[in-house]
């Protein structure tokens, strides 16, 4: 059974740092594409980060310089650091794995507020 568990959301003040984890299970995870997404209210899911097999990363125009995603194939484990947060970081934030086909993750909340 596959399972990925994100952890790190919270409320963090604009300007503030935050450090999402998504642990895997299940899957031969140095072999997939990881990506961090995400959906704000009214809004569409969309990618934030993700980082290939082989390390290579992409990121959305809105998060370049402040994010980095990064993995370590030994935990089963993708992170998202996130700094000089805005209040439009806020959204809830999924991890997904990629290889033939996608896994999701439930989700974890961050919100940028003073």
């Known amino acids: 059974q596959v399972q990925l568990v994100e952890s790190g959301g919270g409320l963090v003040q604009p300007g503030g740092s935050a450090r999402l984890s998504c642990a895997a299970s299940?899957?031969?995870?140095?072999?997939?594409?990881m990506g961090w997404y995400r959906q704000a209210p009214g809004k569409q899911r969309e990618l934030v980060a993700s980082?290939?097999?082989?390390?290579?990363?992409n990121y959305a125009e809105s998060v370049k310089g402040r994010f980095t995603i990064s993995r370590d194939n030994a935990k089963k484990s993708v992170y998202l650091q996130m700094n000089s947060l805005k209040p439009e970081d806020t959204a809830v934030y999924y991890c997904?794995?990629?290889?033939?086909?996608?896994?999701w993750g439930q989700g974890t909340q961050v919100t940028v507020s003073s």
């Open positions: 980082i290939t097999s082989g390390g290579s990363t």
């Open positions: 997904n794995a990629n290889r033939f086909g996608g896994y």
């Open positions: 299940g899957i031969s995870f140095s072999l997939y594409a």
